[in-house]
């Protein structure tokens, strides 16, 4: 390992503190394009940083390489990737953040041989293993996401077994390459610790998938952590303590907004308690609505709520639903977005969806904000959500949805439900606030619909 110079190490303080500026910019919609201009511009002074102070560049041109492949990459994917898949991307980039981290421990162990201090080889260790179970994780969890595999949790006889063995093994081999710092026992850990990955993720479905990802970030975050020490280089320590407790704090919130415990979303599926994706269409009888049924509904009322969910990101419905509730404002209406912590596929992704359509951020409010006002409102205008607004999370002891908080639509005087079909939301439950008496369903994709919604209350 090359030593880093004092110039070069107080660079890197200096963007490690620049990273911590930019999550402060980040954690509010007026701040949140500084602050991650200010990021990016860290992390480009930290990748070139090293070609100033390395001696040794006779593998310059693969390190450019490299950069150059990734930064094409890294542009021509976020570029392209639509909202709706944003959470995938999420997925790829923490999974290889985590593969890359796992490559260098493996590659520096070579390097430190036996004379290492112990807590260095602890740390090599530990960035191999859970390096690689973040990778793996999160090559499952992109794959669920991505329909390329199914989204129910995958489980078979003897899981524990296998899952428990392999975690054992991961904790064994790491203690034999402290006392023994051998590269074989490194790519052995990094096997194992790829399983694991996978058997972590496997039993988890349908809507619990954005909080595995999460975790797996908090996973990347730590193990970037350790390689800084065992690197001995202030930003990644820096910067993957950030990530690690931002994750960690993140997994956490998500988890109590469902309701339920980490373990309970990780392994629920063992003893049939997580969530279990999309099950069959409904035959139950339901009141359907017309464009021009829903529109005299809402043009009259006094007090309405939108509740956006997935189905709208799909649709790319947004601005027509920005169109329409400013039309509503403009008759006298108040109006509402009520957003649910776990709406869509990721934290935030309904509040970024709606800034594509320039919502004013005044509008959205979150879920103990306004889930006081669902019993004042005339409508409630439910556009693609579903698990969100699901009575059976307060009413049906045995559903998978049981005990996390929603949003309390079942209260207001009316509802209509944008739904392309009767197939239930991600938790594989029938939703009986479409079979409400309240309840007018308005069948079709959200973007046709609103439109035609939205001509209707033009021609009131």
């Not at 890197?12 to 911590?20: K, N, P, R, W």
Request: hydrophobic share 55%; aromatic share 6%; charged share 15%.
């Amino acid at each position: 390992m090359s030593s880093i110079p004092t110039w070069a190490q107080l660079i890197y303080l200096i963007c490690a503190v620049a990273f911590i500026l930019a999550l402060k910019g980040l954690s509010g919609p007026k701040t949140a394009r500084a602050g991650n201009l200010i990021g990016a511009a860290a992390a480009v002074v930290a990748c070139a940083l090293p070609f100033f102070y390395l001696e040794d560049l006779q593998n310059v041109v693969p390190m450019l390489a490299a950069i150059a492949v990734g930064t094409v990459a890294g542009v021509v994917g976020a570029r392209r990737v639509q909202m709706t898949q944003m959470p995938q991307m999420v997925a790829l980039f923490n999974g290889v953040g985590g593969g890359a981290a796992s490559l260098v421990a493996l590659l520096e162990l070579d390097e430190i041989g036996a004379g290492a201090p112990t807590f260095n080889l602890v740390a090599t260790a530990f960035t191999i293993a859970v390096g690689a179970i973040s990778f793996a994780g999160s090559a499952i969890t992109f794959a669920k996401l991505q329909d390329l595999m199914t989204s129910r949790p995958v489980t078979f006889p003897g899981f524990p077994v296998a899952f428990g063995g392999s975690l054992i093994a991961v904790v064994v081999l790491s203690v034999l390459v402290v006392r023994d710092p051998t590269v074989g026992l490194g790519i052995a850990i990094g096997l194992v610790g790829l399983l694991v990955g996978v058997l972590l993720v496997l039993p988890v479905g349908g809507a619990d998938v954005p909080i595995v990802i999460s975790l797996l970030n908090a996973f990347t975050g730590l193990t970037v952590a350790a390689g800084g020490y065992v690197l001995s280089n202030t930003l990644l320590l820096v910067a993957g303590t950030l990530v690690g407790a931002s994750g960690t704090f993140l997994t956490l919130l998500m988890a109590s907004a469902m309701g339920r415990s980490v373990a309970n979303i990780l392994f629920g599926a063992l003893k049939g308690g997580s969530t279990l994706g999309g099950g069959e269409a409904s035959d139950r009888p339901v009141r359907s609505a017309t464009p021009e049924d829903a529109a005299i509904m809402l043009a009259y009322a006094d007090r309405v709520i939108i509740v956006p969910g997935y189905g709208l990101a799909v649709a790319q419905a947004q601005h027509a639903l920005r169109e329409l509730v400013d039309l509503l404002n403009e008759r006298g209406g108040l109006v509402d977005y009520a957003i649910h912590p776990v709406a869509g596929r990721m934290p935030g992704h309904m509040n970024v969806l709606l800034a594509e359509a320039q919502v004013p951020y005044e509008e959205l409010k979150e879920m103990d904000e306004i889930n006081g006002e669902f019993k004042d409102a005339d409508v409630v205008l439910v556009v693609g959500a579903n698990d969100v607004v699901n009575p059976a999370a307060k009413t049906s002891p045995g559903a998978p949805i049981y005990g996390m908080p929603i949003l309390n639509a079942d209260q207001a005087k009316s509802v209509i439900f944008m739904k392309r079909s009767m197939r239930p939301g991600f938790a594989g439950i029938e939703n009986e606030l479409l079979f409400d008496e309240r309840t007018q369903l308005l069948f079709g994709d959200a973007k046709d619909s609103m439109n035609k919604l939205l001509s209707a209350v033009k021609a009131l």
